[in-house]
């Protein structure tokens, strides 16, 4: 009968690497998404009139009612409200992190969803739930298409008001 490992010393190891590649997509909502984002700057959505639901990141088809939304895109400007937030002092690797980074989910304006991003120009204590703020973008010529394109949010004090798409 079987009894399992009990000594992890008695154990043979091999020493080796395994070639692995992955490659993730953003499907075709979501590169529709960064195409718009790297090239105008602003989101695109989708909206199923019947639900009044507008999803952002976009969906192709409603998630209530399952109607085609392959057809039923627009655009916000990317603004919205701090939803909540969390405060981090350590990165990735467990290093302090000084001045502690604030991450926060954002309410996108004119949309049912929103977006995780870092709050820039921010103290941690000066962070208020439902404060507007702005995304910041890379500009324009620097944007690739990707998360990366949005630097994070910072408070629309700070930044001139972008004009509504
Ligand atoms: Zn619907």
């Given at each position: 009968m079987f009894k399992g490992l009990t000594n992890v010393a008695a154990a043979r190891v091999w020493h080796g690497t395994m070639p692995v590649q992955y490659l993730y997509t953003a499907g075709v909502a979501g590169e529709r998404f960064f195409q718009t984002l790297r090239r105008k700057g602003v989101f695109a959505v989708t909206t199923c009139a019947e639900c009044q639901v507008t999803y952002l990141p976009p969906r192709?088809?409603?998630?209530?009612?399952?109607?085609?939304?392959?057809?039923a895109w627009a655009e916000v400007a990317p603004s919205g409200r701090v939803h909540t937030y969390t405060v981090v002092h350590e990165d990735q690797d467990g290093r302090p992190l000084d001045p502690p980074q604030v991450v926060a989910f954002v309410r996108i304006d004119g949309t049912s969803g929103g977006l995780i991003g870092r709050l820039l120009h921010l103290r941690p204590q000066d962070v208020q739930v439902e404060m507007p703020v702005d995304a910041v973008l890379a500009p324009p010529r620097r944007r690739r298409g990707s998360m990366d394109d949005i630097a994070g949010f910072a408070p629309r004090r700070v930044l001139p008001r972008r004009p509504t798409p």
């Open positions: 192709l088809y409603c998630e209530r009612c399952f109607a085609d939304l392959s057809e």
